[in-house]
């Protein structure tokens, strides 16, 4: 009879199960790495594709503004078949880009703009990207997707045109004179048109538009300063404080509105206005000149002094009426003349020539012996006579009404 040993059936049958169990195990954590190796493979490429939609957005950003500031320039060189090629370095040395951003993208494909004249006085642009790895075109069509409705890709079904995302738009490549090949991405500036420019205040000049250089509202700058300007032309300049290093020239007035002037801050003297007859020294400096100053009156509350003479150009003449008393004149002669009580007189003591002179005189029985007049009314030698120091001395000789003078 035989003994059949069940346990140790049981057992090797439960060790088959757990072999096949252990393959299982293994066949799903292979396949399972080989899906998570692949997904994490694809979010690699995708995170590298919307890295270089990124950087390619950028070039057509900085490209854009680029064109917009340069357009005269850039459309004077184009041509409808020979486009202008514009880099990244060109951008960077013109501050579009920043110092540090790259010629190249995730993929090292190189960046370039090519811009083209389509029609007089319009350019038609685009953003290649050249050389570099050939990405397939999931990535293409991936990377033109992130660049949103200018992003496009050159397809594998014709490579001779870039496709816009979707088919929105194509370009022929044939225009540009240029084809990197498949697997290179694109970015459209579509068309700039130098008539079109109501939007813009362009930062240089576009040949025969004036206007695009002109605003058509007020500016604020918001506190900051508008530095280097040459020249400025402007009908009203309203300002609280202005500085200037060198000179200022106006070819109208200065004009101050208050009781101010003009003020010189180093030695605080000046010229103001306070009232509306006087124009005064700030300061109550002095005023000297070495040349002539004129004034139809001079007033002098204090001394006047003169380093040399004074010269009198008024001719008096002596005997005649004056106002007021005091004034100061001189005859034809030059001599000096007083206005004294209402009249122009010479010096007391002395007649109109700053001579002595001799009267008749009339005393109590007669004329005096000092009567220089003589029967035949002449003066003693040396003597004039003089009608303008006539006196009436009645009881004298015919001649009493004469005086006579001699100069000193």
Not at 24 to 40: D, K, N, R
Not at 266 to 280: A, E, S, V
Not at 368 to 389: D, E, I, K, L, V
């Amino acid at each position: 009879m035989e003994v059949v040993n069940v346990k140790s059936r049981t057992q090797n049958k439960q060790a088959g199960f757990i072999a096949i169990e252990v393959m299982f195990v293994i066949i799903v954590f292979v396949v399972m790495s080989a899906i998570g190796a692949q997904q994490l493979s694809r979010h690699m490429d995708s995170q590298n594709y919307q890295i270089a939609a990124q950087q390619q957005q950028a070039v057509a950003d900085a490209a854009a503004k680029y064109l917009k500031d340069y357009f005269s320039t850039v459309v004077a060189s184009a041509t409808p078949t020979v486009p202008v090629q514009i880099t990244v370095a060109m951008l960077r040395n013109t501050k579009y880009l920043p110092i540090g951003f790259g010629d190249t993208n995730a993929f090292g494909q190189t960046f370039l703009v090519l811009a083209r004249s389509p029609a007089p006085n319009q350019l038609e642009s685009i953003v290649l990207t050249t050389g570099g790895e050939t990405i397939d075109e999931i990535g293409t069509r991936e990377i033109a997707e992130n660049l949103g409705g200018t992003g496009g890709f050159i397809p594998v079904s014709n490579n001779g045109i870039v496709q816009g995302v979707r088919g929105g738009w194509q370009i022929a490549l044939s225009n540009y004179g240029m084809n990197p090949g498949t697997g290179h991405t694109a970015s459209a500036l579509f068309l700039q048109d130098g008539t079109l420019t109501n939007d813009y205040l362009y930062r240089n000049a576009v040949p025969g538009h004036p206007e695009v250089n002109a605003m058509n509202t007020s500016i604020n700058l918001n506190g900051n300063d508008l530095n280097a300007v040459k020249n400025t032309n402007t009908a009203t300049l309203n300002a609280e404080t202005t500085n200037t290093t060198g000179e200022t020239t106006t070819g109208g007035w200065f004009r101050t509105k208050g009781d101010t002037g003009w003020l010189n801050e180093k030695w605080l003297g000046g010229w103001y206005m306070n009232d509306p007859d006087w124009l005064r020294s700030y300061g109550d400096k002095g005023v000297t000149t070495g040349g002539e100053m004129r004034a139809g009156k001079l007033t002098s509350t204090g001394r006047t002094q003169v380093g040399e003479y004074l010269q009198l150009d008024g001719v008096a003449v002596e005997g005649a009426a004056c106002t007021p008393n005091g004034l100061i004149g001189r005859n034809a002669a030059g001599l000096a003349l007083s206005c004294q009580s209402g009249l122009w007189k010479g010096s007391a003591g002395k007649d109109r020539w700053g001579g002595s002179f001799w009267t008749a005189s009339h005393q109590p029985g007669g004329c005096a012996a000092a009567n220089p007049f003589t029967g035949s009314c002449s003066c003693p030698a040396g003597y004039t006579p003089n009608s303008q120091f006539a006196v009436a001395i009645g009881g004298c000789n015919p001649c009493a009404a004469y005086s006579c003078y001699k100069l000193d």
